[in-house]
């Protein structure tokens, strides 16, 4: 069973559009993160949810909404796409924010915008 | 703000060789965490260090954390094309968690 699942896996869509992922995490975990992942690899936190309440919103355009229905979901919306948008998203959850906890990473989501 | 700072970016290696990556930051952690990333794939968990100079191995990989705590090493001895990837990481202060930009390995057979 997959601890953390996104969908969809791949993506490809054109600029201007809307296009949603979804996340949904089964190891009853209280917090849950959206990371995006450029061309060069790095890791960059752009939300964090703990039950539901935004924990973490890391400057990220508003064009990118994150709606949490309930502890175990954690949607990213995101409007108006843009080139620069391209990258992998990566779904994530942890035991609760404590310091200490693992980060446990969904499959990714690959989004290409032309 | 807290900034973790990972070199070298990319490590080519032969097969059976050593080669070591190394994570600092510009504060002081609470811990540090390891994580790998296949290509293709999505970061996984290796370890977690919290001591003050702690020392942890896992087969053929041995993790270091710091005396003062703001830097970390991964050493890996008789590299295998197994151990081809990313790893990151990541240092932990109030409650959030910083990942460093990676070291991606290549393996020469």
């Known amino acids: 069973d997959t601890a953390v699942s996104q969908t969809p896996k791949y993506l490809v869509t054109q600029m201007g559009n809307d296009k949603s992922i979804k996340c949904e995490q089964n190891l009853g975990h209280d917090t849950m993160y959206w990371y995006k992942q450029d061309s060069k690899k790095f890791l960059k936190i752009m939300f964090s949810y703990n039950n539901k309440e935004l924990i973490i919103n890391e400057t990220v355009p508003n064009r990118f909404s994150p709606k949490s229905p309930d502890k175990a979901h954690l949607n990213l919306h995101i409007n108006s796409l843009e080139l620069g948008d391209s990258a992998v998203y990566f779904c994530a959850s942890s035991q609760d924010l404590g310091m200490g906890n693992t980060i446990y990473f969904g499959e990714g989501s690959w989004l290409t915008v032309v | 703000g807290q900034q973790v700072m990972q070199i070298p970016q990319y490590q080519h290696v032969q097969e059976g060789e050593d080669f070591t990556t190394y994570c600092n930051s510009s504060?002081?952690?609470?811990?540090i965490q390891w994580y790998k990333q296949r290509p293709g794939g999505h970061p996984v968990f290796l370890i977690q260090l919290v001591k003050s100079g702690e020392v942890k191995k896992q087969k053929r990989l041995t993790f270091q954390f710091g005396e003062a705590k703001k830097n970390s090493s991964l050493h890996i001895t008789a590299t295998q094309t197994t151990d081809v990837g990313t790893y990151f990481c990541a240092g932990n202060n109030d409650y959030k968690l910083s990942f460093g930009a990676g070291t991606t390995v290549t393996v020469r057979a």
């Open positions: 504060t002081t952690l609470s811990n």
